[in-house]
């Protein structure tokens, strides 16, 4: 099982729609957890870090489910300029940041 | 407020050969990690530097090497270079334990 995976997508929607992405990991003991968005060609960028109690950003919510080891990204009113490449990201150890694949996002007018 | 710069921002190099790559950190960041991206994946961890010390290393062989100087800039040596290290590599940089944020990238392409 790999450390932390994501559906590749792409998922395609259309301006305002609502979209979710999940982020499972598999190793139990991590605390840290973050959404990454990059665009094509370019650096990763933070989106967002994920907290317990759950944390929201504009358009953007970010959960966390211990239980069963997910992290999820809710985008709200979707808008073009969203279309990107979302990674999640697990931190291990000091500084380490495992990443799964991303998902990637299209948005349609 | 500068954010992270890396250099050169494209590179060709031939199989055989070695590379170095550089990394100034964010304004007031100690801690520099690097990653490496192929094309369609995430990028992968390749090692950390703090008080220019290698503090964690990922699953890399010791081709690749690496090193922090006072200001808190970084290195990333490539030694006998493969197909298979034609990527992106990425430059984060943090305070220790906090956000890491990403520079730019080189692109290594290894013909």
Redesign the interface.
């Known amino acids: 099982r790999k450390e ?1 995976e994501q559906d590749p997508g792409p998922f395609n929607v259309p301006e305002g729609a609502t979209v979710a992405f999940n982020c499972t990991y598999s190793n139990s003991a991590s605390q840290s957890f ?1 959404w ?1 968005r990059q665009d094509c ?6 989106l967002m ?1 994920v907290y317990s109690s759950g944390n929201e950003d504009g358009r953007f919510t970010a959960q966390l489910n211990r239980a069963s080891q997910y992290i999820s990204l809710l985008i709200r009113d979707s808008k073009l300029s969203d279309s990107a490449t979302y ?1 999640c ?1 697990v931190r291990e ?10 998902t990637r996002l299209l948005v349609s007018p | 407020d500068a954010g992270v710069t890396q250099s050169p921002t494209h590179l060709i190099k031939t199989r055989g050969q070695q590379v170095t790559l550089r990394c100034s950190p964010k304004s007031g960041h100690d801690t520099v990690s690097w990653y490496q991206q192929a094309l369609g994946q995430g990028p992968h961890f390749i090692f950390q530097y703090y008080e220019e010390e290698e503090r964690q290393r990922g699953n890399f062989p010791d081709r690749f090497s690496g090193h922090q100087f006072p200001n808190y800039s970084s290195e990333l040596n490539v030694n006998a270079l493969l197909l298979g290290d034609s990527a992106l590599y990425l430059c984060a940089s943090s305070l220790e334990k906090s956000e890491q944020y990403f520079g730019p990238g080189t692109r290594l392409t290894v013909t």
Do not use: I
């Not at chain 1, 060609?41 to 933070?46: A, D, I, M, V």
């Open positions: 932390v973050f990454y060609r370019k650096e990763p960028k933070l870090s990674l990201a150890g000091f500084q380490k940041l495992v990443f799964g694949t991303g």
